[in-house]
């Protein structure tokens, strides 16, 4: 299994308080990402990282922001929580684009928000 | 554009009968094909990808899935069900070319396997 962590795994918070999820990771990969589960939808992209410091928008990236201050740390914050952005948070990474594995992303265990 | 469609949300079987779970795909580019399984409360697993080799591809635990481009299809099979595939599958597709969001994977919508005894 890919190492990744994600902290903490379930979370109950409160309408317009701040939420930080974090993901770690020991594989050294370049690419992270942050993606939520909603039933019927699938997974969605949040945001993205390919590198330190270097993050980008993706799908679903409205009422969240996220940080890459190191390879291995990759943070997800709601400024303002919403019953809305109650889901399951999963932390995923990947290798660069060349090789074997190019493509393969790896998932964490998910962590379960709950915006009351 | 990538698009990905799961053409049953829910599928039942037997244990010890076949296994099929379908998947069709758009793409502009040359695509990469995946397929992860979710257990219960748990993270996502590959089961198996397809990045542009052989069209059949083996996957773990006895899974398989056939790329076809004339039907813009990667079905998921498994010869005999076992209680332990009951969860939740996705196929997933990636443009290995695509110059915008680098790993994004475009996600349908899933499929439950449900197997009796």
């Known amino acids: 299994d890919a190492g990744i962590t994600q902290s903490p795994r379930h979370k109950v918070t409160e309408t317009g308080t701040p939420v930080t999820l974090r993901c770690h990771q020991t594989?050294?990969?370049?690419?992270m990402y942050w993606y939520r589960q909603d039933p019927g939808h699938g997974l969605r992209l949040i945001h993205y990282?390919?590198?330190?410091?270097?993050?980008d928008k993706g799908e679903v990236s409205d009422g969240y922001s996220v940080s890459r201050s190191k390879t291995e740390d990759f943070l997800l914050t709601l400024e303002s929580a919403t019953s809305s952005q109650t889901s399951v948070y999963f932390c995923?990474?990947?290798?660069?684009?060349?090789?074997?594995?190019?493509?393969?992303?790896?998932f964490g265990e998910g962590s379960w928000l709950t915006v009351v | 554009a990538q698009s990905v469609t799961q053409l049953d949300s829910h599928v039942s079987v037997s244990e010890g009968t076949p296994v099929l779970l379908r998947c069709n795909y758009s793409?502009?580019?040359?695509?990469?094909l995946f397929w992860y399984v979710q257990h219960p409360n748990k993270g996502l697993q590959l089961l198996l990808k397809?990045?542009?080799?052989?069209?059949l591809v083996k996957g773990i635990n006895g899974f398989e899935a056939e790329f076809k481009k004339s039907e813009t299809s990667f079905h998921l099979t498994k010869p005999s069900a076992h209680m332990s595939d009951a969860a939740e599958y996705f196929c997933?597709?990636?443009?290995?070319?695509?110059?915008?969001?680098?790993?994004?994977?475009?996600f349908g919508k899933g499929t439950k396997l449900s197997v009796k005894p």
């Open positions: 793409s502009s580019y040359s695509p990469s």
């Open positions: 397809y990045t542009s080799a052989a069209t």
């Open positions: 594989e050294n990969h370049r690419y």
């Open positions: 997933v597709v990636s443009e290995a070319n695509y110059g915008g969001s680098q790993g994004n994977l475009i």
């Open positions: 990282s390919y590198g330190v410091k270097d993050t």
């Open positions: 995923a990474i990947s290798e660069s684009w060349s090789g074997q594995n190019r493509n393969t992303i790896y």
